[in-house]
């Protein structure tokens, strides 16, 4: 079994944070923690990437499609699609979105890495984030206005949300020969029981 400080999360900086120029602010948030970066890179997606980062099953396409019935209701407007069509349109704006210009891709490890980025990144809906997170200090869009204006949500940032998404996410990626194996002095001070070799 893998250790717990070697746990890994891939993250994505979206085309609107590498648009925004808050590559060096993101970075900076995720680096002070105390993760170690692993890989780092820019790229301009492919919609075959794009289309394997965002792999759903059916009940997924049935749930945001439900919501997105749900939000035409209030709106009224009319509902001319299944829920699963309309799950499917969701995925396609976010591919859409992702292939739009340049993404900053990232492997992160670190002891519960997936729920530490997290925390730091704040919910999915930069409305609902916290004051203090990424997506809550620097954005303002909502679902709401997305699905208004029928594009993705505007959330500056991916993040794997368990170690076994990191897994699939990061092949998608990454090369083997891209992630780099090396120690970080900081860890002795993370993880080293008694600080041994700190004091001469």
Not at 1 to 23: A, C, F, T, W, Y
């Amino acid at each position: 079994m893998e250790h717990p400080k070697n746990e890994k999360s891939l993250i994505l900086i979206k085309p609107d944070g590498v648009q925004r120029s808050l590559i060096g602010e993101i970075i900076s948030r995720l680096e002070r923690v105390g993760l170690k970066f692993l890989a780092l890179k820019m790229i301009i997606p492919t919609e075959e990437q794009a289309y394997q980062h965002y792999y759903k099953e059916d009940d997924w396409f049935g749930k945001m499609g439900d919501r997105v019935i749900e939000q035409r209701k209030e709106q009224g407007k009319s509902i001319d699609k299944s829920p699963i069509e309309y799950g499917k349109y969701i995925q396609k704006t976010v591919v859409d979105f992702l292939i739009s210009g340049p993404v900053v891709a990232i492997i992160l490890e670190g002891n519960q890495v997936c729920g530490i980025v997290r925390k730091l990144v704040g919910a999915t809906e930069p409305l609902s984030s916290d004051v203090g997170t990424i997506r809550g200090d620097y954005t303002v869009d909502s679902y709401e206005i997305a699905n208004l204006d029928n594009r993705s949500v505007r959330n500056l940032i991916h993040a794997s949300e368990v170690p076994e998404d990191a897994e699939k996410e990061i092949k998608i990626w990454f090369s083997e020969d891209d992630i780099l194996k090396y120690n970080l002095v900081q860890d002795k001070i993370l993880y080293d029981v008694n600080l041994d070799g700190i004091k001469e």
